[in-house]
């Protein structure tokens, strides 16, 4: 009989933004193979003092999957603590196959992603009603490819919000292709390092034109999202077009209309 390996969620930095079942498995966890320096706080806060705690930095795939064999081997609860979400840029495919290969259950735990802890750092919204209600995570190419119709300057034609992770080595790629998609110079443009890191994180505002300076005045060079978005510096709009789902003439499921109802079959926000 072996153990179950689960694929953590750490979240971005901050050991409190894991989430509670994440910790609950920590807690309880024999082993924990985590992915670089990003996660290690979560893993030595909430791993039990016997645990065996392993960092990957420096190991193949090959290497991990046998590992974390042997470790549900020998454990109960084995944990492999990722950043963010572990289905976003986590090589978790590469990970589980060889674990069902090997017969090995597995199970995989949300994480709060940095491009949701980047905003939240900045106090800024990733839809807006009338403005954007789409959001796309991606990144541009390095020495991973971008399959075809998923160059930037493809999906920056949508004028949504983009949340480039990746990418921050290259800046002057995101800047082409938002200029060669129509967005304007002076298009806002945020980025945050080590989002929710205490005492770590930082947040860079600028335009299009000058973002890349100010990340260089900045030091930034990893560990950073890049956020480009038609709702940035919302807070600061005084023509807002409000949710309908505080609206007064808005009726939904749990409220009635106080003027003029608009009947909606769902929740809007
Ligand atoms: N699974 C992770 C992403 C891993 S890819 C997630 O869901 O967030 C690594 C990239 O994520 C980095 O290049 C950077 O773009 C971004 N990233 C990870 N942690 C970050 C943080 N705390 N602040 C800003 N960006 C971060």
């Not at 390095?142 to 290259?170: D, F, N, Q, V, W």
């Not at 749990?254 to 009947?263: D, E, G, L, M, Q």
């Amino acid at each position: 009989m072996s153990g179950k390996i689960w694929f953590v969620g750490a979240g971005p930095g901050d050991p409190d933004l894991i989430t509670v079942k994440g910790r609950k498995l920590l807690e309880q966890s024999g082993a924990v193979l985590f992915a670089g320096s990003l996660v290690d706080q979560a893993a030595t806060l909430y791993a039990p003092t016997d645990c065996d705690i392993r960092d990957s930095k420096e190991m193949t795939l090959e290497e991990m999957t046998d590992w974390l064999i042997a470790a549900a081997r020998q454990h109960q609860t084995v944990v492999r603590l990722q950043t963010g979400d572990p289905g976003l840029y986590g090589a978790l495919v590469e990970m589980t196959q060889p674990l069902t290969a090997a017969a090995i259950e597995w199970a995989v735990v949300p994480g709060v992603s940095s491009a949701m802890a980047s905003m939240a750092a900045a106090g800024e919204t990733l839809t807006l009603p009338e403005v954007t209600q789409t959001v796309i995570l991606t990144r541009v190419a390095g020495r991973t490819p971008m399959p075809p119709g998923e160059e930037l300057e493809a999906l920056a034609a949508h004028k949504t919000t983009l949340c480039i992770y990746l990418s921050i080595t290259l800046l002057h790629k995101v800047q082409e292709a938002l200029l060669a998609a129509g967005w304007p110079e002076d298009a806002p443009i945020l980025v945050v390092q080590k989002a929710s890191w205490p005492g770590e994180e930082k947040i860079v505002r600028g335009t299009l034109k000058d973002i890349k300076r100010k990340c260089q005045d900045e030091k930034i060079a990893s560990q950073a999202m890049i956020v480009a978005s038609p709702t940035l510096g919302a807070a600061d709009w005084p023509d807002l077009i409000r949710s309908k789902l505080y609206d007064p003439a808005f009726a939904h499921r749990f409220r009635k209309a106080t003027a003029n109802p608009v009947i909606s079959p769902e929740c809007p926000s």
